[in-house]
């Protein structure tokens, strides 16, 4: 469980990152809105079990 919360961590980094550079890039693209659904969905999977 610790390795995989420390896998959702660096993840959630670059789902950061991603945002930060598009923000600043002033572009807005649904690549990070996908980046974030989709650790959603992990993390749910992850609460149900």
Do not use: F, H, R, W
Not at 16 to 40: C, I, R
């Amino acid at each position: 469980i610790d390795a995989l919360y420390n896998i959702l961590k660096q993840n959630q980094g670059d789902v950061n990152d991603a945002l930060g550079y598009k923000k600043k890039a002033g572009v807005v693209t649904s690549v990070p809105l996908a980046l974030v659904a989709e650790k959603t969905k992990v993390v749910q999977m992850i609460s149900v079990n």
